[in-house]
């Protein structure tokens, strides 16, 4: 098993940053991709930023330029640097982690909201 626990999310002004990061523990296998999700009431949840074991990385097109994300390997880290905050980046971000093998574990999510 492997847990996730997010940390970092709360309110913020638009124009604004905030830093996500998310600590896996447990039974980790390598290669893995982390990654964040977000979702937003109503909506799907969708990818917003993935990272792979080599440090290559995915981008949604809406994030593109404003969030990087990063991760320790040595300390089964990943983290989210959201920049240039805009209110439709509001919504519910879940970390994410991927194994070699397939299977698949998410935290339970932590809130960030845009808004003046």
């Known amino acids: 098993q492997v847990q996730l626990v997010e940390s970092g999310g709360g309110l913020v002004q638009p124009g604004g940053s905030l830093t996500l990061s998310c600590a896996a523990s447990?039974?980790?296998?390598?290669?893995?991709?982390m990654a964040w999700y977000r979702r937003d009431p109503g909506k799907q949840r969708e990818l917003v930023a993935a990272?792979?074991?080599?440090?290559?990385?995915v981008y949604a097109e809406s994030v593109k330029g404003r969030f990087t994300i990063s991760r320790d390997n040595a300390k089964n880290t990943v983290s989210l640097q959201m920049n240039s905050l805009k209110p439709e980046d509001t919504a519910v971000y879940y970390c994410?982690?991927?194994?070699?093998?397939?299977?698949?574990?998410w935290g339970k999510g932590t809130l960030v909201t845009v808004s003046s």
């Open positions: 447990g039974s980790i296998g390598s290669p893995n991709t």
């Open positions: 990272i792979s074991s080599s440090t290559s990385t």
């Open positions: 994410n982690l991927r194994q070699w093998n397939g299977q698949e574990y």
